[in-house]
């Protein structure tokens, strides 16, 4: 027998909205709104006087203007007639070419380093630790002008690598590095299907035809392999892949490179510099290097943690279900160890592309560079364009952040 | 039986035990088993004793070669030619010693060195038994070792007899509440910001004081509304600081310097650098940015949809933008955001903005805490009919925060590191903006290596010191029943 009481019969109390926990939340929250409210009035009213007492206003008109500045390294044409709106354009693009090559060189360097750390060879456990904490625990601005300072103090003039020079290239004459400048082969192409012009720049069809060649071959191996899959439910005999799933990986692109007329253009030295190739700046150079060096640290802990984290009976699970070495690593462990490593792996991506905002260091021209540095110094306006530069790096994160919440749904534990 | 007798030899005793085989035993096996167990595994090591091997060859001379005391680059090759041939080459530590004061000080007044030097030598009094709260010998040896360095240092730096005895005496006292009530510290714990703020940058008294009396105003507030209620109270609690700290101090401070004048020489804050200024920065920014990323965790697991909505908007915004813009901030945008005419510290404003940036990554770190806690720690505390805050309190954020310890420790890593992108909004920190201008003097121009080394092994030290503090910390809260 239970006696519920009767809530009080009185009308409704001012009190009421402070100590009843009905109405409280909703006032602590009409509150801080109003507080939140004042202080955001607050700053754009402090804003639009500070404005006023300095003649100036708050418009993007700028970004039209003829920029009046060079930019060394570029993706697309880009010349001193340009905008600061295209200058910008072509900085975003530079961060994320370094952010995106950083990212991969990283993750080599992660996987390797992670797995080798957990090797059983005491030796090289302990080098590699070793360069995990040396990289981890020391700023990342430190590596990135320690390693510009080889570059520009310890290696040689391009002069040097003339006949009887004392410098030589490496990988078959192919890799220069200079003082001023690393020169690289050129990818070219003797029957090239040209550009398309998008408006804005110009895309290398050659490179499209051969992203489709490659993304047509993964599809067609994934075909193949769920026939295979879908025969052995079937029948309980699985088809022989290999050969065919090795091919479709492999042969699309090559035919294509082979179709275009592949061939690299060897850089050579040409009175004082090289040419025939593609001179990349050692700011560059250093940035990438330097970035790739401090994130693949972070990353090999993350793996390393990633495959510890696997209990060691799912393997011994596996076994005992008679699976092979191979199957167990691609059925068991790593869908297991993924779900593990891929969330910080992918902040340690975001991380590394706000890190390569660091190139102020080196001078290299990224975001930072063009919109938050020249531009900001020639047309004053550093309210705009800091505000600018800040929110294109926001959507930029969110937008990664966005595919990791994606990914991370998609493997979640389904609890039932 | 039979079969038996039968036999030509049955062994009546045992056998005296062999030795095991010589690749089975000692440095034979362990060199088998660690480093040749398979062909791989011999391939690995020889690939390491090259690595090994090779640095060794290329930078062992240059090491051997080191000279410690030269007045210039070209001293310090003379010295090697001289010793060593010619074309060798050596390390120049003498760029160390020579500018030593300028990576530890920048240009802090130099009859002023013992400022900063005591105000971190204090620091590790003041955090001790937050620190070393559990053994007392971990707690004397860090101690005595700040003592012992404070004693030395301080004649070094030209302090008079006289007050280093004074400093003895302080520092035996202090040693001595260590030893017998290491809680009594925790009153110089209590006074150390305002003490540290007016030991670095000077001037008044009373500025520091006062300002620190805004907490005793805040608790006295509290104290004073607690009848009517929690929230009454909390919100006076609040509001009567920050109307003091907004209001209050500046006339009350003009009335106290004019009557009571205590003031001791101002430093400001251009002539702070090197590690003082990574020190100062990174300390206020880790003690800061603790309570503000566990109280934006809490918001952002809040039930209130508007209050969460602030939380996550501010969290992602920080963590979605590169430091050196938040910096562009305090340093470009903040005079256009604050009322006409005020221009307070740079210093100040930098501090601001590493503590919001590091308080967002703290806030995520915890949020993994209190998401890993079981649902039943919650429900536990609700049903012994404990409120918001004391459930917090007393159940929910001792065994979040111990979760998150290793996180919360590298975010305190990387503020320290990011210490050094202060310099590009104009801040002589130890790591670019000293070695550039000991750099572009005539005496030092073109060496390189050698204060990039340096910085970096005092980092690493600072920081890996951490990462192993964090470590104890862990096995210390560590509880078997989990």
């Known amino acids: 027998m239970a006696i519920a009481s009767e809530p009080p019969k009185h009308g409704f109390r001012l009190s009421q909205l402070l100590y009843d926990t009905r109405y409280r939340s909703m006032t602590i929250q009409v509150v801080v709104m109003m507080m939140f409210m004042a202080f955001a009035a607050w700053l754009v009213d402090n804003t639009v006087s500070n404005l006023a007492a300095r003649g100036k206003d708050f418009n993007f008109g700028f970004l039209g203007v003829r920029s009046g500045y060079d930019i060394g390294q570029r993706l697309i044409a880009y010349d001193s007639d340009s905008t600061h709106a295209r200058a910008m354009l072509v900085g975003l693009l530079n961060t994320l070419l370094v952010s995106f090559l950083g990212c991969i060189v990283a993750t080599v360097i992660g996987v390797f ?30 590596w990135i002008l320690i390693i510009l300072a080889v570059f520009t103090e310890a290696a040689p003039l391009p002069n040097a690598f003339k006949e009887g020079g004392d410098a030589s290239m490496m990988l078959f004459d192919s890799i220069a590095v200079t003082n001023r400048y690393t020169a690289v082969p050129d990818p070219l192409f003797s029957r090239s299907l040209g550009n398309i012009d998008i408006g804005i720049f110009l895309i290398s069809s050659d490179l499209l035809a051969l992203i489709a060649a490659i993304v047509a071959g993964w599809y067609a191996r994934r075909i193949v392999l769920r026939r295979a899959t879908f025969v052995q439910n079937a029948t309980g005999e699985r088809p022989v892949t290999w050969w065919k799933s090795a091919a479709l990986l492999i042969l699309p692109g090559v035919l294509t490179l082979w179709a275009l007329g592949f061939h690299l253009g060897y850089p050579s030295l040409q009175g004082f510099n090289f040419t025939g190739g593609i001179n990349v700046s050692n700011a560059f150079m250093s940035l990438w290097l330097a970035l790739s060096l401090y994130t693949g640290a972070f990353i090999a802990e993350i793996v390393r943690s990633g495959v510890m984290a696997i209990s060691h009976g799912q393997t011994e699970a596996a076994y005992a279900l008679g699976l092979r070495p191979g199957r167990t690593m691609n059925l068991v462990i790593l869908p297991q160890a993924l779900r593990v490593i891929i969330p910080p792996l992918i902040s340690q991506f975001l991380n590394l592309t706000k890190n390569s905002s660091l190139a102020i260091a080196t001078g290299y021209l990224d975001l930072r560079g063009t919109l938050g540095g020249i531009t900001l110094n020639q047309t004053g306006r550093e309210l705009e364009t800091v505000l600018l530069m800040m929110l294109i790096y926001l959507v930029l994160s969110l937008m990664i952040s966005g595919a990791m919440n994606i990914y991370n749904a998609s493997v979640k534990l389904k609890e039932r | 039986m039979a079969e038996h007798r039968t036999a030509a030899f049955v062994r009546t005793e045992m056998l005296p035990e062999k030795a095991p085989p010589v690749s089975e035993v000692g440095i034979i096996r362990w060199l088998r088993e660690n480093l040749f167990s398979g062909p791989l595994n011999t391939v690995l090591t020889f690939m390491g004793l090259f690595i090994i091997y090779f640095m060794i060859k290329e930078y062992s001379p240059w090491l051997r070669h080191s000279v410690w005391n030269a007045a210039s680059v070209g001293e310090c090759r003379d010295i090697v030619t001289a010793k060593y041939g010619e074309g060798a080459t050596g390390a120049c530590w003498a760029i160390i010693r020579d500018r030593w004061n300028m990576f530890m000080f920048g240009f802090y ?38 003592s012992v360095f404070l004693m030395v240092a301080f004649p070094g730096l030209g302090v008079p007899n006289g007050d280093t005895a004074l400093l003895a005496v302080l520092l035996v006292a202090m040693l001595a509440a260590a030893w017998a009530r290491p809680w009594a510290l925790l009153w110089l714990t209590a006074i150390y910001p305002g003490l ?75 002539k702070f650098g090197g590690f003082v200024l990574a020190l100062t920065i990174g300390v206020a920014g880790i003690a800061l940015s603790l309570p503000m990323g566990v109280v934006l965790a809490l918001a952002r697991r809040s039930d209130m949809l508007l209050v969460k909505a602030l939380a996550v908007g501010f969290i992602e915004f920080i963590r979605g933008v590169p430091l050196i813009s938040l910096l562009f901030v305090a340093s470009l945008l903040l005079n256009y955001f604050l009322p006409p005419g005020t221009n307070f510290d740079i210093i100040l404003r930098v501090i601001i903005m590493v503590t919001m940036f590091a308080a967002a990554y703290i806030a995520e770190v915890v949020r993994g805490g209190l998401a890993a806690l079981p649902r039943g720690q919650y429900e536990a505390a609700d049903s012994l009919g404990l409120d918001y805050w004391k459930a917090q309190r007393l159940i929910i954020l001792p065994q979040a925060l111990k979760i998150s310890i290793p996180g919360i420790v590298s975010t305190f890593i990387g503020l320290f590191k990011d210490t050094t992108l202060v310099v590009f909004v104009g801040l002589l920190d130890p790591l670019k903006g000293i070695t550039d201008s000991v750099r572009a003097s005539f005496e030092w121009k073109g060496a390189y290596w050698e204060p990039y080394i340096f910085v970096g092994c005092i980092f690493f030290i600072f920081n890996f010191s951490m990462s192993r503090y964090s470590m104890y910390l862990e096995r210390r809260l560590h509880r078997d029943h989990e």
């Open chain 1, 113 to 142: 380093v992670g797995v080798l750390r957990l090797s059983k060879n005491w030796l090289v456990a302990r080098l590699m630790t070793i360069y995990v904490e040396i990289f981890r625990n020391v700023p990342v601005l430190l």
């Open chain 2, 109 to 146: 007044p130099r009859e002023l060195y013992w400022r900063p030097t005591l105000a971190l030598g204090l620091l590790i009094f003041a955090a001790a038994p937050v620190l070393f709260s559990e053994s007392r010998m971990i707690r004397m040896w860090v101690l005595g070792v700040v």
């Open chain 2, 196 to 270: 540290a703020v007016w030991m670095l940058w000077g001037g008044s008294v009373w500025g520091p004081t006062l300002a620190m009396a805004g907490f005793v105003i805040g608790w006295a507030a509290w104290l004073a509304t607690r009848r009517l209620g929690t929230i009454l109270s909390v919100g006076a609690a609040v509001l009567v600081p920050v109307l003091w700290w907004l209001f209050g101090i500046a006339p009350v401070q003009a009335f106290l310097d004019a009557g009571l004048p205590f003031a001791i020489e101002g430093v400001r804050s251009e």
